[in-house]
């Protein structure tokens, strides 16, 4: 990264010096030539002036009063129509620099003088542009170099964060950059780190608490396969179907709640339709409370749509019922409906329900009102927020729990009619 950075920059500096350089140079060159050929154009045009004069007042050309004007090294020549030319000065030598200027008379004067001081002068003027040249890319060098460490190593620190987050360190990292947009990824990094943290946490308890949903299902699987195998028990085909029943209903538990386990927070929450899936979630109560001598009533609105996982829901309402079922007493009711603009499933029973004194604690993990492991209802509760859901007692009877889940957007599915709220 930090090679790919100092490349770059290295590149721009070298198309920018280049790109300015050359016209630089081109222009200093030129400006050296035209200040030379400019003051020799004014010695010139001043020798003319005094030749004119000369020859206005009809005397002899005496060059010796114009020699003040001719540089040291400068020839000057004057041409005369039908006159011999007149030069005065040493020879120039090859390509020198002259300026001619015209005299009366359509003669001309010009001035001449060797090119070496001025090739010397315009070398001079290149070496100061290409010194300048190659301060700005030694400049440019040093500022690539630090610029290159400034952004390589933050980058190199927060893919190393990124790095350990996935390794499952989700410890928080405080160092900043002062670089904005790194400090956004790893002020993002840190919320990811946390948001994980709970994630993972999550899972754990869920995982932790896969014993406790199956203990229920696990003790009336052990009845059913000891009375089976009680050698002064007759068997009866139906005990045995029973007891099949309870097996493939414990397998069916596993299964979800390994799933739910695995994908705690995901979005997997979908549109479910509560009209026909809540029916089916509590059927497998009904012959516990019948055997009981409870009834188990189940009313749902028609058409009744909530963002909701099956496995989730399925389990969590599983919970409830079996706290209803060994706390509580009489009819035990299942009610779905729309409610301000949530869709609520309401779990009541006509027991005293929980203590007035528990209810701000009855979904921590360990409290419980009747000697139990005080763990089914935090989990129920994790498993309705996992699909942004809420889990609450009823406020108007502490014998009644209440699932609050989302109602589903429009564009959440394809191909379903959705009904407007009735309204009040």
Do not use: C
């Amino acid at each position: 990264m930090r090679r790919r950075i100092l490349q770059s920059i290295l590149l721009a500096v070298a198309v920018t010096a280049v790109a300015l350089g050359l016209p630089l140079g081109f222009s200093a060159l030129r400006l050296v030539e035209d200040i030379t050929r400019g003051e020799l154009s004014g010695r010139v045009q001043q020798i003319a002036a005094s030749l004119d004069d000369q020859l206005a007042f009809g005397r002899d050309l005496d060059l010796g009063q114009i020699r003040v004007a001719v540089p040291e090294d400068g020839q000057i020549r004057v041409t005369i129509p039908g006159e011999p030319p007149v030069e005065q000065g040493p020879d120039p030598g090859p390509n020198p620099v002259v300026e001619r200027a015209a005299i009366v008379q359509q003669g001309t004067v010009s001035l001449a003088v060797p090119s070496g001081p001025l090739r010397t002068a315009q070398a001079q003027m290149a070496a100061v542009v290409l010194l300048l040249v190659v301060l700005s890319v030694g400049t440019g060098m040093l500022v690539a170099n630090v610029t290159a460490r400034r952004l390589s190593e933050p980058l190199r620190h927060v893919g190393d964060r990124a790095a350990r987050l996935g390794a499952g360190d989700f410890r928080p990292d405080s160092r900043r950059h002062g670089v904005p947009e790194l400090d956004r990824v790893a002020e993002a990094l840190d919320t990811s780190a946390a948001a994980l943290s709970q994630l993972v946490e999550r899972e754990r308890e869920l995982v932790g608490d896969v014993s406790h949903q199956l203990r229920s299902h696990l003790t009336a699987l052990q009845l059913r396969l000891e009375e089976l195998a009680d050698p002064r028990h007759q068997p009866e085909p139906g005990e045995a179907r029973a007891a099949l029943e309870q097996a493939e209903l414990l397998a069916r538990v596993l299964e979800d709640l390994l799933a739910t386990a695995t994908a705690v927070r995901s979005l997997s929450a979908e549109p479910l339709e509560l009209s026909a899936e809540l029916p089916t979630m509590v059927a497998e109560w009904r012959d516990r409370l019948r055997g009981a001598g409870r009834a188990l009533r189940v009313r749902v609105e028609p058409n009744l749509l909530a963002r909701a996982t099956p496995a989730r829901l399925r389990e969590a309402i599983g919970v409830l019922l079996e706290n209803a079922v060994v706390h509580g007493a009489g009819t035990v009711a299942v009610t779905a409906r729309l409610t301000g603009g949530m869709v609520t499933i309401e779990v009541t029973d006509q027991g005293k329900g929980v203590p007035e004194e528990l209810v701000p604690h009855v979904f921590e993990r360990g409290v419980s009102a009747a000697g139990s492991t005080g763990v089914g209802l935090a989990v129920a509760r994790a498993l309705v927020e996992a699909d942004g859901g809420r889990l609450k007692v009823s406020p108007e009877r502490t014998a009644a729990f209440v699932i609050y889940l989302r109602v589903p957007r429009v564009d959440d599915v394809l191909g379903v009619s959705w009904r407007a709220e009735a309204p009040r």
